[in-house]
């Protein structure tokens, strides 16, 4: 598994944006899927977003489309998630975590097929 560890979070007000980082310990993200999730108290863990490294491919969760962009840097060691026009309903425990299945599996943002979970990051906004 991955060592990867999740940054940026923090608290806002509605309408504002944050962008958390996805970093690899000591390994690049070229092999990976990496997958941004989120739970909030009381709720199941939700997938929000999907990265394919190696070719770019994107995936998105109908409640985030529009407002996420999931991206990698140039070096492959650093996964994005920006966040735009945050809603209270965004608040959450956010974690990245990688994936090395196909992309049949990984696309569903499912936390099933996911591994080398990060310690979260909290994001929280405020109304």
């Known amino acids: 598994e991955v060592p990867i560890v999740e940054s940026g979070g923090g608290l806002v007000q509605a309408g504002e944006s944050l962008r958390l980082s996805c970093a690899a310990s000591?390994?690049?993200?070229?092999?990976?899927?990496v997958g941004w999730f989120r739970q909030a108290p009381g709720k199941e863990r939700e997938g929000v977003s999907c990265i394919s490294v190696s070719d770019g491919d994107t995936y998105y969760s109908d409640s985030v489309k529009g407002r996420f962009t999931v991206s990698s840097d140039n070096a492959r060691t650093t996964v994005y998630l920006q966040m735009d026009g945050l809603t209270p309903e965004d608040t959450a425990v956010y974690y990245c975590a990688t994936s090395t299945r196909p992309s049949f599996y990984y696309s569903k943002l499912q936390a099933r097929y996911f591994g080398g979970w990060g310690q979260g990051t909290q994001v929280t906004v405020s109304a």
């Open positions: 000591g390994f690049t993200f070229d092999d990976y899927a």
